[in-house]
């Protein structure tokens, strides 16, 4: 069975651009978490999406924002980047929210520069 | 709000050598703990896991125990190979949000032949 998959693998954006980052949980995963990973530090959460409505959101500002699609896939955009939006970006899925015994299962990453 | 605390790293080592990375957390609510690896170029791997206090989660030689009185999950392996060598993160989920891991800042293990 086919893992998380994220797209695209690498991005390239300028300053003030906006920018799309898609992904499909594992199959029967109803559950997508957004995390942002800056280079040498933890991932950070950014939202958690489950049923198409979002149950959590971290410390980001507006220029972010998330949905989910009928289909349980997920696209995480960013408006008006910033130079400190460069990152890689994971996508972590589960089959349901609210039980910590659901282990979170974490795509390859989206890495984002922004120039 | 939740936090983990990690051993700031690098740590190199020599092969068969025995491992200790450090982890203390702050949480609220009743949190389970987490050890993640990450390989270059690749996402999150869950290495081991505890649900509960005094709880023990082990995988491919890795061992870390839930102490709550210490607020503590360290990482630990008696005989450390090449390909251990990668990125090791501690992490915690609590139920006021299961969907929301917290991570610490990770440390490099590098392990030498």
């Known amino acids: 069975d086919a893992g998380v998959t994220q797209s695209p693998t690498h991005l390239i954006k300028t300053r003030g651009q906006q920018v799309t980052l898609r992904c499909s949980p594992i199959s029967g995963h109803k559950s997508v978490s957004w995390y942002q990973q800056v280079l040498g530090q933890g991932p950070q959460f950014i939202f958690q999406?489950?049923?198409?409505?979002?149950?959590g959101r971290g410390n980001f500002p507006d220029r972010f924002s998330a949905r989910q699609f009928p289909n349980y896939s997920s696209e995480l955009n960013v408006n008006a980047l910033l130079l400190g939006d460069s990152a890689l970006y994971l996508c972590?899925?589960?089959?349901?929210?609210?039980?910590?015994?659901?282990?979170?299962?974490f795509g390859p990453g989206t890495r984002l520069t922004v120039l | 709000g939740d936090s983990v605390t990690q051993m700031e790293g690098p740590v190199t080592l020599s092969e068969e050598a025995f491992l200790t990375i450090n982890c203390t957390y702050t949480?609220?609510?009743?949190?389970?703990l987490f050890w993640y690896v990450q390989y270059p170029g690749e996402g999150l791997q869950l290495l081991l896991k505890a649900t509960k206090a005094d709880d023990k989660g082990s995988n491919k030689g890795f061992e870390a125990t839930y102490r709550k009185e210490t607020t503590s999950f360290h990482l630990e392996k008696g005989s450390v190979q090449v390909s251990d060598s990668a990125v090791y993160f501690c992490?915690?989920?609590?139920?006021?949000?299961?969907?929301?891991?917290?991570f610490g800042d990770g440390t490099t293990l590098t392990v030498k032949p």
């Open positions: 972590a899925s589960s089959l349901v929210s609210g039980r910590l015994d659901n282990e979170q299962f």
């Open positions: 992490a915690l989920r609590d139920n006021t949000n299961a969907g929301k891991s917290t």
């Open positions: 999406y489950y049923e198409k409505e979002e149950r």
């Open positions: 949480a609220t609510g009743y949190p389970s």
